[in-house]
Every structure is written in structure tokens, then in C-alpha cells.
């Protein structure tokens, strides 16, 4: 099974780490002060807030609370949803949460962090799961516990709803009925011959290493996935072959190969911490 770099959700944390060392440098009251989110910023001009605010965090607490909702859950998502799909969801999100503190953030109140990024990957997961005809209640449960509790004191519950409603409505738009895709990409990819027949015996071309659709050998990137991980089939490779190896491909497990990405993550994020001191 092919396994990405989570590179967005390492960027994402990168620039977390270094809002909170910036936070160190200059004092955390300054910093929130200087680029969180408040009622009226959008219209004092302050629109710089609307995306740095999501970086700022209330001490060390909050901010090892996000980056460790945004390790466990960001590397799932972003598999989850790709790279590109993932990034944007969650950048709307954060505008989303900024943009409802910027109309009822409550007076004499500052709001910042990158809950309102997380909780637009929550809403968006819900709809993807929806659309993919997969069951939607674990998915749902969580966001009504994490509702709650935006609700407790100190908490910037319109931080929360506002990243919320940004992600179901970006999921909406770029997430479409996994069958419906499915169906229309088998369609295309049969007019043009690039898919092999799964009743023929024996045969010669590529799989795809994500979603297991048979190629032909012309093919460079899977019309169902998008995926441009194929593998070389040969021409024993029988049906008795194909459907033992979809097997396995679909029980993908927790294995060494994760353990190794998330220590080097980790070290990732220590080495940029290291540089951004080093540099201040």
C-alpha cells in the first residue's frame, strides 16, 4: 500500500511552532495583542489577524492540545480527503472561525488558536464520510462532545462554530458522491480501454497501489483515484492472484512503516523549533 508524507499537516504545525516561538520571543500578551482575532478587526483594516490569529495560542496548554489533536487527526484527514483538498478545507476554516469572532466575538474579548482550523477538518470529514456511503455516526458523535464542550468558559466558541460551518460548507463543494464518481469514472475510463477485464484469466498490465482498479499498461495515472502509484503486472498474474492481493491491500494495519513517520515527524517539529531559536 502506498503511504504519502502528510506534508500539509507537517506545514501546518510548522507554522504553529513558530507562532508559539514567536509568543516566546516577544511575550504572549504582546503577540495575541498584536494579530489576534476580535470583534470589529475586519473593519478596523486588520485583516492580517483573520489568518495569523489561527497560529497565536493562550500558552503552552493550548497550543500542545491543537498540535496534538492536529497529529493525530491531521495525517488521517489529509489521507483522508489528499493534500490539496485537505489544505484548503482547513485555511477556509480558519478565515470561517475569524470571520463569525469578527461579528460576534463578544466585546472586550480576543480570540486565537487552531481550533477553528481542526474543527473545519471535523465538519468536512463528516461530509466526506456521508458522501462515501460510510457510517457517520463516530464521526458525528465527536463533533457533539467537541460542541459541548466549545461552550465551557474561556473556550471561543465562536472560533469553533465559525471554522464548523466553514467546513461543511468547503466539503459540500470540493467532496462528491463516492458511487456517482465512481460510476462516471469507470464509464470514461471503459470508453477509452484503459481498464483490464476481471474475467480475463491472464493478463499483463498495471494495479493501482491505493484503490486496487486493474489498468491498463498505457495508463499513468487511475482515472477512479488519481492516484499515479501503479505497479507493473506481469502476464501470470492470474485472477486467483488479484483477488488474494485486493485482499490484503484493503486490511491495511498500523505498522513499523507508521511508527518510523510519526518519530520523524516528531523530529521534524524539534529541528524546526531548534532553527526558529537559533534564529531569534
Not at 229 to 253: H, I, V
Request: aromatic share 12%.
Amino acid at each position: 500500500m502506498n503511504r504519502r508524507i502528510p506534508l500539509v499537516t507537517i506545514i501546518i504545525v510548522s507554522l504553529n511552532v513558530l507562532g508559539m516561538a514567536y509568543e516566546l520571543k516577544v511575550g504572549e500578551d504582546f503577540a495575541i495583542a498584536k494579530y489576534g482575532m476580535y470583534q470589529g478587526a475586519l473593519n478596523d483594516g486588520e485583516w492580517i489577524r483573520m489568518l495569523i490569529s489561527g497560529f497565536l495560542h493562550f500558552g503552552v496548554a493550548h497550543f500542545g492540545s491543537n498540535i496534538c489533536c492536529l497529529i493525530l487527526f491531521g495525517i488521517h484527514y489529509e489521507k483522508e480527503m489528499r493534500s490539496v483538498r485537505y489544505a484548503v478545507v482547513y485555511f477556509a476554516a480558519v478565515v470561517g472561525s475569524s470571520v463569525l469572532v469578527n461579528y460576534i466575538g463578544g466585546v472586550n474579548s480576543i480570540h486565537a488558536g487552531a481550533s477553528g482550523g481542526i474543527w473545519g477538518l471535523m465538519t468536512a470529514s463528516l461530509v466526506y464520510t456521508i458522501k462515501n456511503h460510510e457510517n457517520p455516526i463516530y464521526v458525528a458523535r465527536g463533533i457533539a462532545i467537541n460542541l459541548l464542550y466549545s461552550f465551557s468558559a474561556g473556550i471561543s466558541w465562536q472560533g469553533h462554530v465559525g471554522g464548523g460551518v466553514a467546513g461543511l460548507l468547503v466539503g459540500a463543494i470540493l467532496f462528491r458522491d463516492s458511487y456517482a464518481r465512481a460510476e462516471n469514472s469507470k464509464k470514461w475510463g471503459r470508453e477509452r480501454g484503459l481498464f483490464i477485464s476481471e474475467n480475463s484469466p491472464v493478463f499483463s498490465g498495471k494495479k493501482c497501489k491505493d484503490c486496487g482498479q486493474l489498468l491498463s499498461e498505457t495508463v499513468i495515472k487511475c482515472p477512479i483515484c488519481g492516484s499515479t502509484a501503479l505497479s507493473y503486472l506481469g502476464s501470470d498474474y492470474n485472477k486467483a492472484d488479484r483477488n488474494n492481493d485486493s485482499d490484503k491491500s484493503e486490511k491495511e494495519s498500523f505498522g513499523g512503516r507508521d511508527i518510523i513517520s510519526i518519530v520523524v515527524f516528531l523530529l521534524f517539529v524539534v529541528f524546526v523549533v531548534l532553527v526558529v531559536k537559533s534564529l531569534l
